[in-house]
């Protein structure tokens, strides 16, 4: 599977933005879709997921009750509705998903084979 992120962008603190990442070549439903964030010089870290077993929605405790993840299987689109947002969000997103993921290591990059290209979100403060 292809993916596509977009919707990055500048937006001051406090504020909102929606990250899309948009699939094509094989049905969006059959994976476990996450989003990752990574800063310069940084590890790539876990900020979403959407299981693909349960359906249900796990979250950073960094971005618990700020960031929503959620998924459009007709449109073959997941996205990450990100409120609230400090400057200690800016870096990179990135959207990923597979189909081999379990549940142990949903948090991790490396239970992820398909990568898509980052979006920058920048927050001013």
């Known amino acids: 599977v292809q993916l596509q992120a977009s919707g990055g962008g500048l937006v001051q603190a406090g504020g909102s933005l929606r990250l899309s990442c948009a699939a094509s070549?094989?049905?969006?439903?059959?994976?476990?879709v996450a989003w990752f964030r990574q800063g310069p010089g940084k590890e790539r870290d876990f900020v979403a997921a959407?299981?693909?077993?349960?359906?249900?929605?796990y979250y950073a405790d960094s971005v618990k009750g700020r960031f929503t993840i959620s998924r459009d299987n007709a449109k073959n689109t997941v996205y990450l509705q990100m409120n609230s947002l400090t400057p200690e969000d800016t870096t990179v997103y990135y959207c990923?998903?597979?189909?081999?993921?379990?549940?142990?290591?949903?948090?991790?990059?490396?239970?992820?084979?398909?990568w898509g290209q980052g979006t920058q979100v920048t927050v001013s403060s």
């Open positions: 990923a998903a597979s189909t081999r993921v379990i549940l142990s290591s949903m948090r991790s990059r490396d239970a992820y084979d398909n």
């Open positions: 070549g094989r049905t969006f439903s059959a994976y476990t």
């Open positions: 959407f299981f693909r077993s349960s359906g249900r929605e």
